[in-house]
């Protein structure tokens, strides 16, 4: 489980990434870097981690999903994801 700060740091990077994303395009059409670099960095879309929307945890996470790979695997095991079934050949 991460830390409730940085899951929160994270949606508030969400945030500011959806506040600036027009400037932010409309700065990088016109090829304006000055005023681009004065935005504030957590504006910044590269910034922003994918997270598990249970757990917080911030490595491998499935994007389909929103989920990582242990609460993944819990949930399909316990048939909570429809579509989702165990491999077997």
């Known amino acids: 489980m991460a830390k409730k700060s940085v899951v929160a740091r994270n949606e508030k990077r969400k945030r500011l ?15 304006d870097y000055e005023a681009l670099r004065k935005l504030p960095r957590d504006s ?20 389909k999903f929103g ?4 609460m993944f695997r819990k949930l399909a095991l316990e048939g909570k994801l429809p579509g989702v079934k165990k491999a077997s050949w």
């Not at 989920?67 to 242990?70: K, N, P, Q, S, V």
């Open 67 to 70: 989920l990582c790979r242990h």
């Open 17 to 31: 990434v959806e506040k600036y994303a027009a400037k932010r395009e409309e700065l990088l059409k016109a090829g």
């Open 44 to 63: 910044s879309a590269s910034r922003v981690r994918n997270r598990c929307v249970l757990t917080g945890r911030g490595r491998g996470v499935y994007e």
